[in-house]
């Protein structure tokens, strides 16, 4: 491996991974055709830039192609500037995993405002993105509402137990992922290009007020810091 990877002579600010059906002699080519003028194994390496947190509100529209009235469809994110490598990444992995099962009871079972709701937070090097994707039938703005409505109520109280009996799931949901050669894959390459993988984040040993505290300082307030995409059927 290491004599192919010397083969490949790219630039010393350059990683290259390769995954699938690859003939060697087609790599060492494209990297001569490409990067053949540069110095091999001579220059910095180039860190991407952290993106900044998410501190103004932005809302757009469109159309969802595979929804059909009266369907439509929310999507609201932001970025919290914690990057997968920061301190607080787990503290807000294991919320992300909280908000997800809250939405779901909240929205669907006891409501019926939403088909399947859908939250989470997404790091890597350079940012930490959380995310919420529902589809419903209510009016997109009242649901939005609502969705804040519970953020605020995060904001207050997590209660311990409940916490608890999350933490089965998620367990059982890790294991999965661990048994899946796809997941192994995706987490090898991560360790290698952000230094961390989602799987080594210990979001077991977060504690209620640790993601009280976490949802007090970056969940965003209704119509604050973050962009809110609403999507109606055709």
């Not at 050669?181 to 977060?206: K, M, N, W």
Request: aromatic fraction near 8%.
């Amino acid at each position: 491996m290491e004599r192919y990877a010397d083969m490949i002579r790219l630039p010393a600010n350059m990683d290259l991974f390769l995954v699938g059906n690859v003939e060697p002699h087609q790599i060492c080519d494209l990297a001569n055709e490409h990067f053949g003028k540069c110095p091999y194994a001579s220059g910095p390496m180039l860190n991407v830039p952290r993106v900044e947190r998410t501190r103004t509100h932005t809302r757009m529209s469109g159309i969802a192609s595979n929804l059909s009235r009266p369907m439509g469809e929310i999507r609201i994110a932001w970025n919290t500037g914690v990057a997968i490598g920061d301190p607080d990444a787990n503290v807000l992995l294991a919320l992300g995993e909280y908000l997800n099962e809250l939405l779901f009871s909240e929205l669907r079972e006891k409501h019926g405002d939403a088909y399947s709701p859908e939250a989470g937070y997404e790091p890597d090097s350079c940012s930490g993105i959380f995310s919420i994707v529902l589809t419903t039938r209510k009016p997109l703005r009242e649901v939005e509402k609502r969705i804040f409505s519970i953020l605020e109520r995060v904001k207050d109280h997590i209660d311990p137990a409940e916490l608890e009996l999350y933490r089965d799931r998620w367990e059982l949901k890790r294991l999965k992922l661990v048994e899946s050669s796809e997941s192994t894959l995706e987490a090898l390459v991560a360790r290698l290009v952000e230094g961390c993988a989602l799987e080594d984040l210990a979001i077991e040993r977060v504690s209620a007020d640790e993601m009280v505290a976490a949802a007090r300082k970056y969940f965003p307030t209704y119509k604050g810091g973050y962009v809110c995409v609403n999507l109606r059927g055709i």
